[in-house]
């Protein structure tokens, strides 16, 4: 079989190999992979950013889907045949994380799913939605996942919150789409006019040009008459954080995801004290959250948002897509044609 791996870091040291094709174990299934989604985790990963003592070679990509092809013995939960995706920490089940259940992160921990077949426990997959193609649902075990955790456990949002995303990436869309189901008003920042048109096709209440206006915690409050957001999808980092706890009401949430910007200014720890701004890291999430956000993507026939496919052999020039930053949602690469 062919698979993708990072013998050593740089998009342009990518090979593509041929291994073995692997037999699943007891507890284990084999998944052949239709498609492959990028996170901005991936082109770390890839780059060395992300951890540079990682041990290599590694196949990349956390997030894939695919067909059941083989199941090993005591394999009880899962059948040949089966539509599946991959769930991100291979052993956050449910509950709270902990440092054991946060380990075996796919495409990083262990080896992820930029491979014609993986083999995975079958605790670790999950079925996914019957009218989502192969395409759409491998969006879903990242940015899907942590979106709705921001959501749904960071805090719950309800009707007539407001809700702020920033960018028009993966999470940011998910969060837009997840927030509106919830009865939300969702408003958000882009660095392009065009991209915010294109959010409010899906709901964006309002959207501002953070480009012509950097301070744009001051816009925040003026949409919301000088209250503040409920909710902040901080996917930006440390460059945006200042930002997001002016924007934030008193009471409201921080819900920390992204690490996309780098700041030299200090943590304005007077903010979170003062307005009692609750922050709280999100980290994608576990299967149990995984299987409820499917069970509201299939009530509410929700379609995630995939911006360009790429085939297999294109691997390179799809990491080289995101590190632009230009995509509007979700990449895919289609394993299977």
Known sequence: MKVWRIQSFGIDQLVLADLPRPRPGRGEVLVKVHAVSLNYRDLLMVRGHYNPKMQLPRIPCSDGTGEVVEVGDEVNDVAVGQRVAGIFMQHWLDGAPTAETSRGALGGDVDGMLAEYVVLQQSGVVPIPKHLSYAEAATLPCAGVTAWNALEHATHVKPGDVV???GTGGVSIFALQFAKLAGATVIGTSSSDEKLARAKTLGLDAGLNYRQSPEWAKWVQQQTGNRGADLIVEVGGAGTFSQSLQAVRFGGTVAQIGVLSQSEQPLPIPLILHRQV???????????????????????STRPMVDRIYAFDEAREALKTMEKGL???KIVIQVVA
Not at 278 to 300: D, L
Request: overall charge positive; hydrophobic content about 45%.
């Open 327 to 329: 995509h509007f949602g």
């Open 164 to 166: 702020v995303i920033q």
């Open 278 to 300: 609750r922050v709280q890291g999100v980290y994608v999430g576990s299967r149990a959250h995984f299987e409820a956000m499917n069970r509201a993507i299939t009530a509410s």
